[in-house]
């Protein structure tokens, strides 16, 4: 009968996320696969967590330091995100996964994956930067047409209650439809805007994006 554990570790051997796990009580990781020494450029047999917490950004150790701070023997810690510098001096978004268990041994052993999500932040800040200068071009758009147009509009209500011109029949039809035109615009432009705003508001990034992408720091 196939070892379902071995089925499991062939696929870590493969996967492009880091996994590992960590034997708390001698400091040593007893399993790392060859992502970890990829992306960390460091032999796992020779690493201690502390080097590895060393590379972490000093915004974000001190939350690190709670979230280890709060582990228990089964209790899986997901999403944790925090930011690395590496030795090519670039900053990294990772995303962490933890499980803590207990051995028969009464070994404390933290086991986890890590995935580089520095594409989707990257991708994540493209589409907040995109939308904050559509929010300036609607704003922009807002302002300089609707009040012409609303400018129009009322102009074209005074003259039509103007005595003379009214007794005229064409130019009566002329400022009719000039006041429709404008107050048409109007409406299809606050309409426009509207469904804008509407749309940045409800926008959500994908979650899916590629890990291996690096940011400059």
């Known amino acids: 009968m196939t070892d379902p554990a071995s089925l499991i570790l062939a ?34 047999s020779n690493t201690a967590i502390k080097q590895l917490f060393a590379m972490v950004c000093m915004d974000d150790k001190k939350y690190l330091e709670q979230i280890y701070a709060e582990l228990q023997p089964n209790i899986f810690k997901t ?32 086991t986890g994956y890590i995935k580089n999500i520095s594409d989707y932040k990257a991708h994540c800040q493209q589409l907040n930067e995109f939308a904050d200068n ?13 009040a012409p147009l609303g400018s129009i509009q009322n102009l074209a209500a005074l003259t039509a209650r103007k005595t003379k011109l009214i007794e005229d029949q064409e130019v009566k039809k002329w400022v009719l439809l000039i006041e429709e035109i404008s107050r048409k615009s109007v409406r299809r432009v606050q309409s426009f805007v509207k469904k804008e705003f509407a749309e940045l508001a409800g926008f959500k990034p994908e979650k899916q994006f590629p890990y291996h992408t690096k940011v400059n720091s």
Request: charged fraction near 25%.
């Open 79 to 110: 999403d944790i995100e925090f930011r690395i510098k590496l030795a090519d001096k670039k900053t990294y978004f990772l995303q962490l996964n933890l499980l803590l268990q207990k051995t028969i041994n009464n070994e404390n052993i933290l």
């Open 11 to 44: 696929l870590a051997e493969h996967d492009r996320r880091i996994c590992f796990a960590y034997n708390l009580d001698n400091g040593q990781f007893i399993y790392a696969n060859p992502a970890f020494e990829n992306f960390f450029q460091v032999k796992a």
């Open 134 to 146: 559509k929010k300036a071009v609607l704003n922009t758009i807002s302002h300089d047409l609707t």
